[in-house]
């Protein structure tokens, strides 16, 4: 489950809890997050320093909510207050409802939700964090660090699956390799999409079952319909103790759910931010490759890690950074790798040193703007947009040690020049001193960038919790407690009745309609 996910189901959780408790009766205010939308009001009142929107809103929830009812009043007399309140980092709204003193710590946490979720939409994943800590306790979802070889070794059974499920563009198997690397196991490493990788699927599974080594099947997403018979041969498998089955794939519906019942399930996703992807590129590649001569090959491979990130991390915000979701993905940045050294080699001639000016910029450039990351874009601008990052950051300039990779690192101005270094450990030891966050300005877009692509996730949050509250409210509707012995018509008033949920009346309908065909067959005039 990622992280987006978890948030969700742990506040679905939270809700659920609370009215199982029976101690508080929060109702109005779930259904005011879930539902509520700023109404369309006329000639409001203009307040300095808010947006007509967050106005609407606040007029909205003053109608909607009692607690609320003088919060209008409340931010025209104390404007920059809670301005200030709003841009502060982290948020921690003020108390401006009634009865907020006297709160219990639940209901105050649900109230900062609102306030949040009101008028800064787009922290409200935040606000939504510190609710679910207060329900269940801060430990709840703030999950431990993953310990793949503790499961692998602890936790599965030789017939049962790993699968290790990633967002698009994003390849876990490396830590199935690096694992059995440290522990020296045995592993087989193949790629499924073609009649060939099924044959040798077959043979490694078998193989392996019987001697106890480790297979990986890759991108398994691609053959849905080969994944049936995996599953059946799994069933029936009676495998070595120490045989393992690790399979990478992409979250889709076309899984078949046997499979994803009968393995073991983990889900990964890359660390938002330029300073994570930088040190997920370079840990990936070995410092052998980096440190090789001649010496420049290092800057040469610091400069497409660079590239690679500002590349990836504009996807999110997609279609800001980027008009649509294109896949630029490891795959990439291994065809840009041997790019780099079959053009660094051939030019070095078996050399310590090459200077800037003889690296093959214009080939460099070509290739990876218009093949290897531009072979992935079919929009004009985009392509645009590219071969100028490409052009800006694969350049003799980028060798001269006052080169400038960000012009402006945060509000507070500053700039960002390249690091000056020999060897890979030079470069790791300046990415790890990068601040943990970075503006948009990093990537070459606006400030308020964040601001957007939030809100939008904001919106897509709620939508989300919205799906899941149907759901959960239908369940309701399906198991409440009736005594359908002793009330008869009650009991046909309620599953007869317009409160069934929806699924019980497709249900409904679906046997009505073959109960009337099977009478009708076997009726005999």
Known sequence: ?????????????????????????LDAEFNYILRAAAGLQKNLKPIKGFTEKQIQAMHTLANTLEPFKDLV??????????LHNLNSVPLDPVLCWEGAVS???ISLALYKMIYVHTLRPDKVFGACRKFVGTVFGESFINEEQLDLYRITKEE??????????????????GRVEDMATNQKQALSNIAIGSAEGFSLAEKAINAASKNGRWVMLKNVHLAPGWLVQLEKKLHALKAHPNFRLFLTLEITPKIPVNLLRAG?????EPPDGIKANLLRTFTSISAGRVNKAP??????????????????????????????????????????????????????????????????????????GQSIYGGRIDNNFDQLLMNDFVKRIFQPATFESDFTLVEKVDESGGKLVIPDGLRREDFLRWMEKLPDSQTPSWLGLPNNAETVILQTKATTFI?????????????DLAYQDLDFSADSE???????????????KNLGDSVSQWLTIILRRNWTP
């Not at 059974?157 to 198997?173: E, F, I, M, Q, R």
């Open 463 to 475: 939508q989300k919790l919205l799906k899941m509250q149907t759901v959960t409210d239908d369940e």
């Open 1 to 25: 489950m990622f992280e987006e996910d978890k948030l969700i189901l742990a506040n679905v959780l939270s809700q659920i809890y609370i009215k199982s408790s029976g101690s508080l009766n």
């Open 73 to 82: 009043n409340y931010v025209e007399s104390n404007a920059d207050a809670v």
């Open 103 to 105: 709160q219990d710590p």
């Open 156 to 173: 599965v059974k030789p017939n049962t699956p790993v699968l290790l499920c990633c967002v698009t563009g994003y390849d876990a198997s």
């Open 295 to 368: 010496n420049e090959r290092a800057r040469m491979y610091f400069l497409l890690a660079w590239f690679h990130a500002i590349v990836q991390e504009r996807l999110r915000y997609t279609p800001l950074g980027w008009s649509k979701k294109y896949e630029f993905n490891e795959s990439d940045l291994k065809c840009a790798c041997d790019t780099i050294d079959r053009w660094i080699d051939d030019t070095a001639q078996g050399r310590d040193n090459l200077p800037p000016n003889k690296i093959p910029w214009d080939a460099l450039c070509t290739l990876m």
């Open 264 to 268: 073991r399930i983990l889900t990964f």
């Open 490 to 504: 009650r009991r046909k008033s309620v599953i007869g009745g317009n409160a069934r949920p929806v699924w019980m």
